[in-house]
């Protein structure tokens, strides 16, 4: 190229450059006047990008490739460059080149301030695509964001563990273009890392994996070609795997690349909220229920229990009952039967909470109605013990005293059902107790039972207790026991009935040092005055 034509290359790029040209228009420009100065019928001007050739801007003739890799192109001249590569197209054979006869014409030559300008002109293509790149990065990542914002509101929208859980899946799959999708959650009862199926989209999945190390097994998509799985943390705890296989393309199924990684795990963090959100609104529901629950079983309860104390000629009567929660398993009753005798009865029903209250209710209504046909004796307690073990689940059973007094006689007839052993104090200070005669009612089949009797004296003041009296703990973990219970009894023999439960509860309130009752406490107290 003489000098006359670089100097007017160098000039039309100037102004070109001057009057703000874009980087393609200022290639557009090179390639025209290097066409013109080097006779080449058309050029092209490529930038390379990891191993392929990408056409940036071609003038004039020639077939000139969008793309392509390697050295060369048939029929076409490659000028290497820097970043990238000119491909031109020779003048036909048979066209005059400048002025002299018909010739195969030679290769253009690249050299000089053209190859520098033709190296700028790389560059700045190679630079207005990484701008390009970086501003669809950028306008996809606030797409991208916008898209979680709005799938966090519509995922969240729900409190239903099963719905949420179908949106989480539902929405992954959009956002990922997968065709499978599936959502584990930790099994907190079992101690070794298993995560249990909550629900599955597009496929199968195993039921349950365990894993200690964040590593999915690749077979939890059975049938699965590409997977992709990523953790779900609540307060920074693993509490599960959101997966996701089989990424759609033009092609079928491919791999997920790392921004679909990103993707998923900004996605697991709404999903985390959201799972959160549904298990606190599950728990709330459920202790909600419970709750209603043990209202309704108190309110049973508390119309099995006496309502008051009946009045019988010769004898003093209380009863008292203090539950270690809303609901207890202790039961008691003061019967005054028609034809004038007294009927007490004090049980332990296993369990707390609406079955032991329903357990209770079974028990009351079945001995009120056996009273009507038997005494308190052996057979009673045979026809009570069948009806409660066919009535009652196999872990539930009840230890039981009853007792039956003959006011004009003050004959006192009882059977104790696997219950402590009740106390009589006699006005000379000597201590009978009222041992057990069976196993408690409904914990075996086809069992009989032994009863006693005696006539109570004037004086003579009768203790019928549950164990959270005499197994009251201290903090130390001792127990309050009967010797404890014996000894407050003779101090207070003599006095009111009321002022001796008063005298227990007190002292079994000391004894625990404020810690909370650890069982259900209940006195029933007799005492012949006449």
Known sequence: MDAGAQEATWSGFLDAAAAGTADSGLAAHLLDRWCCASGAAGAALYVEEEGLFERVRS?????????????????????HLPGGMLLSSPQPVGVAVASGPQRQPAAPRLDGPMEVLMAMAVRN??????LKKSRFAAMHRNVEQQALYDVGLAITSTLDLEETSEA??????????????????LDDESADHLYRLTHALGGDARPSFT???????????????????????IDSVPRGFLVVADKESRHGVGPFGESDRATLELFANQAAIALENAR???????????????????????????????????FELAGWNRPAREVGGDYYDLLLQDDGRLV???????????????MVSTLHSALRLMLDRYDVGPELFALLNRHIYESSPGNKFITLLVAQIDPPAGRFQYVNAGHNPAVVLSGDGSVRELPSGGPPI?????????????DLEVDDLVCIYSDGITECAAPDG?????????????????????????????????????????????????RRVG
């Open 59 to 79: 003038c004039g003739e020639g077939d000139f490739p969008r793309s392509f890799s390697g050295e060369a192109v048939a029929q076409l001249d490659p000028h």
């Open 125 to 130: 293509a190679q630079l207005e695509r990484r």
């Open 442 to 454: 409904g914990l075996l089949p086809g069992i009989s039972y032994e009863g006693d009797g005696f």
């Open 168 to 185: 989480i899946l539902a929405w992954a799959l959009s956002l990922l273009d997968a065709r499978r999708s599936a959502l584990y959650l």
């Open 211 to 233: 894993c200690v190390d964040d590593h999915v097994p690749e077979d939890v998509l059975p049938g699965a070609v590409h997977l992709l799985a990523v953790r779900i943390d």
């Open 344 to 358: 007490l009865t004090l049980g332990d029903v296993t369990g707390k909470g609406m079955p032991a209250a329903l």
């Open 478 to 526: 001792e127990e309050y026991e009967l010797d404890r219970l014996l000894a407050l009894l003779q101090e207070h023999r003599t006095a009111p009935l009321t002022e001796i439960i008063a005298a227990i509860d007190q002292a079994t309130c000391r004894f625990a040092g404020g810690q909370p009752q650890g069982d259900d406490q209940t006195v029933v107290l007799l």
């Open 280 to 314: 606190l609104h599950t728990q709330a529901l459920q202790e909600e229920r419970m709750q209603r629950e043990m209202e309704l079983a108190a309110e049973t309860q508390s119309k099995l229990l006496p309502k008051g104390v009946p009045a019988v000629d010769g």
